[in-house]
């Protein structure tokens, strides 16, 4: 685990760990992309293909808009960690 300041220590506990910088956070980030896109393309097939439970507003907002923002948000660490920033 890589050495770091009391003080980056302290900025990072004061956002709550919303900042993946170790290892075992990084892999917790893709499971919760894993399932957040799996369900996002599940209610996708269920919406077209078998019944429309939700409004499109809605599925949009509730399912694929987190969706894309975790998948980003995890590429940029990927891309982060190994930079080694």
């Known amino acids: 685990m890589p050495r770091v300041s009391e003080r980056q ?3 990072y ?5 919303v900042l ?6 990084l892999a917790t980030w893709r499971v919760a992309t894993f399932v957040v896109v799996m369900l996002a393309v599940v ?9 429309q439970v939700f409004d499109v507003a809605f ?4 399912f694929h808009v987190p969706a894309v923002v975790i998948v980003i948000y995890v590429f940029i660490c990927l891309g982060r960690e190994r930079k080694g920033c």
């Not at 993946?20 to 956070?25: L, M, P, S, Y």
């Open 9 to 11: 220590r302290r900025v």
């Open 59 to 62: 599925e949009v907002c509730i």
């Open 20 to 25: 993946a910088r170790h290892v075992d956070e």
């Open 43 to 51: 209610v996708f097939c269920v919406q077209r293909f078998v019944t």
């Open 13 to 17: 506990l004061g956002l709550g760990g």
